[in-house]
Structure formats: C-alpha cells, structure tokens
C-alpha cells in the first residue's frame, strides 16, 4: 500500500528516532493536531507517530467509505495498516475518548503489536444499562444525533464547550468548536454513530498486553464510573485520575497527560 497509507491517515512520525513507539490517536470531531502539547515532552524520549482517522483533519477524504467505518472496526483495520507499513512493533497505542475501543479492538486483532495501551478517558459503551453507567439514556443519544443531523454546525458549537469543560478557559471549547466545525459533517455523522452507539464492553476482558486507564476527576462525556470499570474488566489493567477536569486533557492539562504516558510507556515490558 506504501504511499497510500500514509496519504490517507496524514502519517506524521517526530521525536528520538530509535526510541520505543507512542502511537496518538484522537478522538471524534478531532485532529492530530489536538495532540500538539503533549508531543515536545513524549518527542525527548519516544518516536511518536501520529494521524487522521479519515475523515478527520488532513487525512484523505476520498478513502472514506460507508460499509467500512460504520463500525469501529474499520478504524481499528487502519491503525494495524500504518503499523504493518511503518513496521512498527512494541508499540504504546494512547488512544483518546473513542480511539480508546479502536484500540482496544485492534490489539484484540493482533497482540503481538502493541507493548501497551494508554486509554485516555475511554468508554466502551455511553448508554446506561442496567447498573453500568455510561453517561447517557437511549433518549439522550437519540436527542444528541437528530440535533447533530439536523444542525451540524450548531450541534458542534451547542456541545464542544460541554465536552472541553473548563469553563473558565473559553478558547479552550473555541478550539474544539472549530475543530468539529473542520470535519465534513457527512462522515462525523457516521463516526458520532459509530461512537455513541458502540458496545465494546465485552471485548475488554480479551484484552491480553498492559493498559493504562487515564481518566480525570470530573468529565461530561466519560464519568469517573465508566474508568473504574474499565480498568475492572480489562485484566492487571492500572488506573491514573488526573487533577483535570474535561475530556480533553491533552488541552487542558497537557503536562499531566503527558507525564502519565510518558511514565507508562517508559517502563521495562
């Protein structure tokens, strides 16, 4: 696939050159630029890769496919592509919000990969169901869809500032507005479905290389219960609660986000 690959995800590849590989991916309505505080710290010791998912930032637009990202596991299939072109092995995979479950589903696919995974205030389902809180009511979801089909770029500047938090840093929710507000609202229609609709409470437990759950003390979208619970599925999985507050906390606590990661992949395996 070679050039195409990396055409459609926007690889980016920076920092030590021979270090352990830290792979960030970004979540919906995102970039790999939302990454850009956090990057200078890992760049000082690890080789960090970074991308698009398509549809996002400056990925291809054109290798988006319905059939094929209507799932999460069409976005899990790119990310072990640009390992295979890369050849990437022994990789530390920091997946933010949705890219958590992407993965999580590919290190379920190919184990062998990944010497870690970093899961930044994951949910791997956002509908309450039974006693497992997720957030959000079947009704919420369906409310939070038809605004979004109805009005997208109304939807991204009404939800961005809920999602950031941190409402005394406004150019914090600006930054995120602008970012949804750079997506093609076809295809973020699709990803909001395929994340908020998802279910992959049942693939945790699978999961066989070491993870880390980075949550923050107070977040909209992945309450503090939904990081306990992951890190009580996936076996020998460890837990950081970051004195942060949002879903972001690439933005609004970079240093922290950084640390935790950097900590975490630097370990001996």
């Known amino acids: 696939m070679g050039l195409e690959v990396v055409r459609r995800n926007n690889i980016t590849v920076t920092g030590h050159e021979d270090g352990p590989v830290v792979m960030l991916a970004h979540g919906f ?3 790999q630029n939302l990454w850009r505080l956090v990057v200078p710290e890992l760049a000082e010791r690890f080789r960090v890769v970074l991308f698009d998912h398509v549809g996002a930032g ?4 054109s290798a988006w496919d319905r059939d094929r990202y209507e799932g999460l596991d069409g976005y899990a299939g790119d990310v072990l592509e640009i390992c295979q072109e890369l050849e990437l092995t022994e990789v530390t ?8 479950m992407i993965g999580v589903l590919a ?3 190919e184990p062998e990969r990944f010497a870690g995974l970093v899961l930044l205030v994951p949910s791997p389902c956002y509908i309450d169901d039974g006693d497992y809180r997720g957030g959000f009511s079947r009704d919420d979801i369906a409310e939070l869809l038809d605004s979004l089909d109805s009005n997208y770029l109304g939807w991204s500047a009404a939800m961005a500032p809920v999602i950031m938090g941190n409402p005394e840093r406004p150019e914090l929710g600006e930054e995120l507005t602008n970012s949804f507000c750079r997506t093609d609202p076809v295809i973020a229609r699709s990803f909001a479905r395929a994340t908020f609709l998802s279910d992959h409470r049942a693939d945790l437990p699978g999961v066989t290389v070491p993870t880390l759950v980075v949550d923050c003390v107070q977040d909209a979208i992945a309450p503090p ?6 890190t009580a ?10 004195p942060a507050t949002g879903h972001c906390p690439q933005l609004s606590a970079p240093a922290a986000t950084a640390h935790a990661i950097a900590d975490f992949a630097g370990r001996p395996r």
């Open 93 to 100: 995979f920091v997946g933010h919000s949705v890219a958590s």
């Open 58 to 61: 400056r990925s291809d637009l």
């Open 29 to 31: 309505g995102c970039d």
């Open 107 to 109: 290190a379920l696919r």
């Open 233 to 242: 599925q996936i076996p020998g999985s460890a837990q950081v609660t970051l």
């Open 225 to 230: 219960e939904v990081g306990r619970y992951v």
